[in-house]
């Protein structure tokens, strides 16, 4: 079937099997058609407070068949989504807020809005309003989710697709149409946003979790027969730490796929997992969000070529040494892509481009003979802790302005559990810091995800003359003598 917009497509597959369901959450299912038509009341609702073709609307509502009527009723007039966590401190949402410049908020306070439109969570609309069907409307960009900044300061990566789908298409990585999805990741993250809702409009029957549990998520997928899942390699180890005795108690079989991304995942607990479930059911893929590139390896493929990402399967890569020539094979370099089009911009960031188109997402790498990319480190700057994204300059322009403190620098270190944790290394000058108040001062400004797990205080200057700091030098320093794997 060819492509159409993903408003006439939830209402296709409303007519095709109008009782089958689209979406369960904690016990509670909303059908095809029920969704459909909830979607269209919602919509009309948002338009009366002033939702028009191509607006970034944005949605600060938790896992939920909530959110998904949210997603659906701004496709539905044109506009695009943008995803962020229901949990962000003040400070953080009303950032974002002004980078976006939102024509409505979903899912907070008007109250902490001001002028600007906006309906709490759980919001209800007139049932007066009509759930006919709408006129038919593509938005310009489907999504347009917000990371962190490399600068402090967060970004809006708006995707250069419109909303259109081909909702009796294949969506990859082993999941199928018509089939059952277990969605275990938050929704204010890209992956888990963007493969649930194209499994949503491709007739997978969602199973969502309002939060990650290890034990929980195999028994979801025994109960609703669920054929694919998308994971991060800490929720990996968390299943695989249940130990074997409880992970046999659960009927797995019905599991065809189980992508995973986001972060890297540890030799041992690729092996240990394609051992256990198969390799041909285990995909990963490596990506930025801004997909200029992408590379894919199946588990069986990977056994082969143990510790690679895969080979490009969208866009162009290559690897640059520092004064931006080709590297050869199997020497480490900076990983550059270059897309084909334009697939995002950027609200409140630049992207980093050679003059010939290239694109850089900071990650370090090589390819073998074969072609086969290997990461050698993410970011140097950037830390990857269970699948999320920090940015050291963020965390040390919020823990530097606490009083008493002269400077910081935020760092990785390894993690058995989340991959990495975020350490911070505070100069106070000599002073005490009581560290549960910093905490504190923390929590109305940084989401929990950010927040150091580790704090190490020092009295020397952080700086050099010049005013700079390598991050690179003071984790190599805290990594003497370890020879775990770890990014920062």
Not at 80 to 103: F, G
Not at 258 to 287: D, F, N
Not at 427 to 446: N, S
Request: charged share 25%.
């Amino acid at each position: 079937m060819a492509q159409m917009s993903m408003s006439r497509a939830i209402s296709f597959l409303a007519e095709q099997d109008p009782d089958r369901p689209a979406i369960t959450h904690e016990g509670s299912s909303i059908t095809r058609r029920e969704f459909d038509l909830q979607s269209n009341r919602l919509a009309r609702a948002y338009e009366s407070l002033g939702v028009k073709q191509d607006d970034l609307v944005t949605v600060a509502l938790p896992n939920s068949i909530e959110a998904y009527l949210a997603y659906a009723a701004i496709w539905k007039l044109g506009a695009t989504p943008q995803p962020v966590s229901a949990k962000l401190p003040r400070k953080e949402q009303q950032d974002i807020i002004e980078l976006a410049n939102p024509s409505l908020v979903v899912g907070v306070d008007p109250e902490l809005i001001g002028d600007r439109p906006s309906v709490p969570a759980g919001f209800e609309p007139n049932p007066a309003l009509s759930d006919a069907q709408l006129p038919d409307r593509t938005a310009s960009h489907w999504k347009a989710p917000t990371s962190g900044g490399s600068t402090g300061r967060p970004k809006v990566i708006v995707a250069g697709a419109p909303s259109e789908i081909d909702p009796e298409g294949t969506p990859g990585f082993g999941q199928q149409a018509n089939g059952v999805q277990l969605v275990p990741g938050p929704l204010y993250h890209n992956a888990p946003f963007m493969f649930s809702c194209r499994g949503l409009l491709t007739g997978n029957h969602l199973v969502v979790m309002s939060r990650f549990d290890a034990e929980e998520a195999l028994r979801l997928i025994e109960a609703y027969r669920v054929d694919w899942m998308l994971v991060v390699p800490t929720m990996m180890h968390r299943i695989w730490r249940l130990g074997e005795s409880v992970r046999n108690k659960y009927d797995l079989s019905s599991l065809n796929g189980l992508l995973h991304l986001a972060a890297p995942c540890p030799v041992w607990l690729k092996e240990a997992w394609i051992e256990w479930l198969g390799g041909e059911r285990i995909w990963e893929l490596y990506a930025g969000t801004e997909s200029q590139g992408v590379t894919i390896i199946r588990g069986d493929e990977w056994m082969a070529h143990k510790g690679s990402v895969g080979k490009p399967a969208e866009g162009s890569m290559r690897i640059l040494d520092e004064k931006g020539q080709p590297c050869p094979p199997n020497v480490v370099g900076e990983v550059y892509m270059k897309p084909r089009g334009r697939s995002y911009h950027y609200i409140g960031a630049t992207a980093r481009r050679t003059e010939d188109g290239w694109e850089t997402l900071g990650d370090m790498g090589y390819f073998d003979e074969d072609g086969y990319l290997y990461l050698a480190d993410r970011q140097t700057d950037m830390i990857l802790t269970g699948g999320a994204n920090v940015y050291p300059a963020e965390v040390e322009a919020i823990i530097d302005a606490y009083p008493g403190v002269r400077s910081s620098r935020v760092i990785g270190l390894p993690d058995d559990d989340m991959g990495n944790r975020v350490h911070a290394i505070i100069d106070t000058a000599g002073r005490r810091l009581d560290e549960a108040a910093l905490f504190e001062y923390l929590a109305d400004q940084l989401a929990r995800y950010k927040h150091p797990r580790s704090i190490e205080v020092v009295d020397e200057p952080l700086r050099d003359d010049a005013g700079k700091v390598r991050r690179s030098a003071l984790r190599a320093a805290r990594m003497q003598g370890s020879n775990k794997p770890g990014n920062g």
